[in-house]
């Protein structure tokens, strides 16, 4: 199971730390990723991390501003994201692959959680 908790209401510029814990004990076994749904869009791809969290790809719109990180220790994956802007406003999904290499695809990815809610305010 993976519960995503951290959105919330901020104001464009501002940061927000995501976080997401997860059940199991071969926690690096998997990789990991976040995926957001904007209102009336389909849901997208923003950052995946591998097992060992060396790799990490990020989409462009939001690289030099996101970072994906995981605690393997804790069964935890992070989204910090900062310079937020109003078009970061989604329902962001932390979700798991069952294997440890990263992926960018929706279908790739075998776990997800229930999604937090960011919203930007311009």
């Known amino acids: 199971q993976l519960q995503a908790c951290g959105g919330g209401l901020v104001q464009a510029g501002g940061s927000l730390r995501l976080s997401c814990a997860a059940s199991?004990?071969?926690?690096?076994?998997?990789?990991l990723g976040w995926f957001r749904q904007a209102p009336g869009k389909e849901r997208e791809f923003v950052a995946t991390?591998?097992?060992?969290?060396?790799?990490?790809y990020y989409v462009n719109s939001v690289k030099g501003r996101f970072t994906i990180s995981r605690d393997n220790a804790k069964n935890t994956v992070y989204l910090q994201m900062n310079s937020l802007k109003p078009e970061d406003t989604a329902v962001y999904y932390c979700?798991?692959?069952?294997?440890?290499?990263?992926?960018?695809?929706?279908?790739?990815?075998?776990?997800w959680g229930q999604g937090t809610l960011v919203t930007v305010s311009s």
């Open positions: 991390i591998s097992g060992s969290g060396v790799t990490k």
């Open positions: 199991g004990r071969t926690f690096s076994s998997y990789a």
């Open positions: 979700t798991a692959r069952a294997m440890p290499v990263t992926a960018t695809s929706r279908s790739e990815y075998d776990y």
